[in-house]
T-cell receptor
Framework: LAKTTQPISMDSYEGQEVNITCSHN???????ITWYQQFPSQGPRFIIQ???TKVTNEVASLFIPADRKSSTLSLPRVSLSDTAVYYC??????????FGTGTRLTVIP | GAVVSQHPSRVICKSGTSVKIECRSL??????MFWYRQFPKQSLMLMAT?????????EQGVEKDKFLINHASLTLSTLTVTSAHPEDSSFYIC????????????????FGPGTRLTVL
């Protein structure tokens, strides 16, 4: 089971791009990388998922280098409402279930 | 699509009573659902995997007789906290994966809104 390591917290000003990196040195060949966002007293919300290179959707981009030992979630032009905890999960199916500490992002006006 | 609901959203009960929490997948079928617990300022901790038509699989350290899980249909799983005590007060979250929701070998988990349990 691949363990993930993320910064505990980050601060950013409104309107800036935020990049949160997750390390997963023991990622397995079949593992995918999934990021979730969680607001206080709510369930996590799916943001993005990828396997390699780059994935982009309407809310974020996910960059994965060739060795796949890390990944970076990129949030363009953050707003105050992006203040939340962001979790990186690595695994496949039933193994994609274990949450690390997450990164607490605080967006400052 | 891929909406998961939980009921109730919050519950307050007296010590010694049992509390049932429902988790429903509203627009998809889920043969497997998952139950998590989250204490304040901490990450989610997987409690058990709920399998439709069979017994749940509990994580190490989670008492199966205290946290009863029933997965009666492809859209409903229930978690019953039996003889609840103040230390069971927590935020309980369920999740489910629609078949083929992810890419390749993985299925994306979708989470319910959570249930805040307070035991007095």
């Amino acid at each position: 089971l691949a363990k993930t390591t993320q910064p505990i917290s980050m601060d950013s000003y409104e309107g800036q791009e935020v990049n949160i990196t997750c390390s997963h040195n023991n990622i397995a060949t079949n593992d995918y990388i999934t990021w979730y966002q969680q607001f206080p007293s709510q369930g996590p919300r799916f943001i993005i998922q990828g396997y390699k290179t780059k994935v982009t959707n309407e809310v974020a981009s996910l960059f994965i280098p060739a060795d796949r030992k890390s990944s970076t979630l990129s949030l363009p032009r953050v707003s105050l409402s992006d203040t939340a905890v962001y979790y990186c999960l690595v695994g496949t199916g039933a193994n994609n279930l274990f949450f690390g500490t997450g990164t607490r992002l605080t967006v400052i006006p | 699509g891929a909406v998961v609901s939980q009921h109730p959203s919050r519950v307050i009960c007296k010590s010694g009573t049992s509390v049932k929490i429902e988790c429903r997948s509203l627009d998809f079928q889920a043969t497997t659902m998952f139950w998590y617990r989250q204490f304040p300022k901490q990450s989610l901790m997987l409690m058990a995997t709920s399998n439709e038509g069979s017994k749940a699989t509990y994580e190490q350290g989670v008492e199966k007789d205290k946290f009863l899980i029933n997965h009666a249909s492809l859209t409903l799983s229930t978690l019953t906290v039996t003889s609840a005590h103040p230390e069971d007060s927590s935020f309980y979250i369920c999740s489910a994966s629609p078949r083929g929701s992810g890419r390749g070998n993985t299925d994306t988990q979708y989470f319910g809104p959570g249930t805040r349990l307070t035991v007095l």
